[in-house]
């Protein structure tokens, strides 16, 4: 089956620094890959949808200048953490789509990052 | 290596009909169990949950049963509604601490036929 490595598992970075996120689809082509962020609860925040080759769709309330996302590829989509903070600390989720709206999803392992 | 499998892409059911989702996995270190609801365009919302000490939980018209042995739970939804028609994803996670991390099915795209 499908299946979205997602590198690394967990991180742990001093509070002004950043942190890259890889999420990539290691035996199909991902038309469109989501970021999320896992709060308490287990609610999911969709935070911004990416396509290959063009510029991410940041949902209301995520500022695109320090959640840097880059899909530069139909395989590779890479989140970045600009300036981390405390706050930021938290479980993200990136997830695949193989074809049409709908159908298809799979998931990332996930990330865990601390901000120190 | 998925360990949580939705096997049914999609699933057709009438309005007013029972919809019944499946979900299986293979980590019998999972303890807690959690149903998504996905509309286009938007992120999964949590919907309902069950913990591994019990085979039944019922929120309404929604009704999540475990079944350990067979490593399976199931999302029961009726009557089914118009509004039902989404995308479902089971999750599954060790414990209930905290902030754990989810394990996500494929999902399965439910139509409700009016």
């Known amino acids: 089956g499908a299946v979205v490595s997602q590198h690394p598992s967990r991180v742990i970075c001093k509070s002004g620094t950043s942190v890259k996120i890889e999420c990539r689809s290691l035996?199909?082509?991902?038309?469109?890959m989501f970021w999320y962020r896992q709060f308490p609860k287990k609610s999911l925040m969709l935070m911004a949808t990416?396509?290959?080759?063009?510029?991410?769709?940041?949902e209301q309330g995520v500022e695109k200048d320090k959640f840097l996302i880059n899909h530069a590829s139909l395989t590779l989509s890479t989140l970045t953490v600009t300036s981390a903070h405390p706050e930021d600390s938290s479980f993200y989720i990136c997830?695949?789509?193989?074809?049409?709206?709908?159908?298809?999803?799979?998931f990332g392992s996930g990330t865990r990052l601390t901000v120190v | 290596d998925q360990q949580v499998k939705q096997n049914s892409p999609s699933l057709s059911v009438q309005e007013g009909r029972i919809s019944i989702l499946n979900c299986d996995y293979t980590?019998?270190?999972?303890?807690?169990f959690l149903w998504y609801k996905k509309y286009p365009a938007e992120g999964p919302t949590f919907l309902i949950s069950?913990?591994?000490?019990?085979d039944k939980n019922e929120d309404g018209r929604f009704t999540v049963f475990l079944n350990k042995s067979a490593k399976h739970l199931s999302l029961h939804i009726v009557p089914s509604q118009p509004g039902d028609s989404a995308v479902y994803f089971c999750?599954?996670?060790?414990?209930?601490?905290?902030?754990?991390?989810?394990?996500f099915g494929t999902g399965t795209r439910l139509t409700i036929i009016p």
């Open positions: 997830s695949a789509q193989q074809g049409a709206e709908g159908y298809g999803y799979t």
């Open positions: 035996d199909f082509q991902a038309t469109t």
């Open positions: 990416s396509n290959e080759g063009s510029k991410a769709t940041y």
């Open positions: 980590n019998s270190m999972f303890d807690y």
């Open positions: 069950i913990s591994s000490i019990k």
């Open positions: 999750a599954a996670s060790v414990a209930n601490f905290g902030n754990e991390k989810l394990t």
